[in-house]
């Protein structure tokens, strides 16, 4: 399909002048459109839209404005941008997070490396320049420049070297059943010959997402009494006030980090007297 033909802006202009000037005057508006058109080498449907959106912009048909036309692109244009900006950063929390990484600014900042292996995996999705923008913008900041001599540059020694003994460790993994951690990891690589530091096996295991079977257990963040309970029951399990001031209760909500919450409520109103 042949792409549409582009008019000069004056030829547009002039056009319209004459076809609105032949449609006023009742004798020449039959076939106005069409004698414009052939004159001016125009195609009379082009002309018929022009015609039609300059008498919207004036205001004597109703319709949308060029103007509101423009800025309802404006808008949309914004929110695909913003929608593009939220998966980017969707789908960078999640990969950073499996890499041991977070993408804000106040946390050790994300490794080049990484970086790059999460652009490789969706630049065709989203490209390059808008990825690096809003990782930018975010607080991690890479340039375009970063990834591409990223991509061009010769693996250093030490990435080799990590792919090797991260090859090995995962080997030692799963030979064991998956069930040693760093300290045993890192003793059965020198017994058989892959003399490493801790550090290193410590920082391979977290990158490739491996770890041990803990016997431990858990924190115990509750411990329950043994003996029975003493308190009264002071309102005998009625907690209703027929005025202010009648009843006042106090409650205590966990929340998260192991924070506690206490609030003083008058059941009257069901209203918060104190909180801290």
Not at 23 to 35: E, I, Q, V, Y
Not at 174 to 186: C, E, P, S
Request: hydrophobic share 35%; glycine share 6%.
């Amino acid at each position: 399909m042949a792409a549409p033909r582009k008019y000069p802006e004056e030829l547009r202009e002039r056009a319209i002048r004459m076809a609105v000037d032949l449609r006023r005057d009742p004798g020449t508006r039959s076939g106005a459109l069409k004698r414009v058109g052939d004159q001016l080498g125009i195609n009379p449907e082009t002309l018929r839209n022009w015609v039609s959106q300059a008498e919207i912009d004036e205001g004597h048909r109703p319709g949308v404005t060029t103007a509101e036309a423009q800025r309802i692109a404006e808008l949309e244009r914004e929110v695909r941008e913003l929608r593009r900006a939220n998966e980017i950063l969707r789908t960078a929390s999640a990969f950073f997070r499996r890499r041991g990484a977070r993408p804000q600014a106040e946390v050790a900042p994300v490794p080049t490396a990484v970086l790059v292996e999460y652009i490789d995996q969706h630049r065709e999705k989203f490209g390059v320049e808008p990825i690096c923008e809003v990782l930018t913008h975010a607080g991690t900041k890479i340039a375009p420049s970063t990834y591409y001599a990223a991509k061009t540059r010769a693996p250093s020694a030490r990435t080799i070297s990590d792919a090797k003994t991260t090859e090995v460790i995962e080997r030692v993994h799963t030979q064991n059943y998956g069930v040693y951690g760093i300290r045993k990891v890192h003793a059965e690589l020198n017994r058989q010959g892959h003399p490493v530091a801790r550090c290193t096996v410590q920082r391979l295991m977290k990158a490739a997402g491996l770890r041990g079977i803990s016997r431990a257990k858990g924190p115990r963040t509750t411990i329950p009494g043994t003996g029975p309970d003493t308190r009264p029951d002071l309102v005998e399990r009625a907690f209703t006030a027929t005025a202010p001031d009648e009843l006042w209760v106090a409650d205590i909500e966990r929340h998260e980090a192991l924070l506690n919450r206490v609030e003083v409520k008058d059941l009257h109103r069901r209203a918060v007297a104190a909180a801290w």
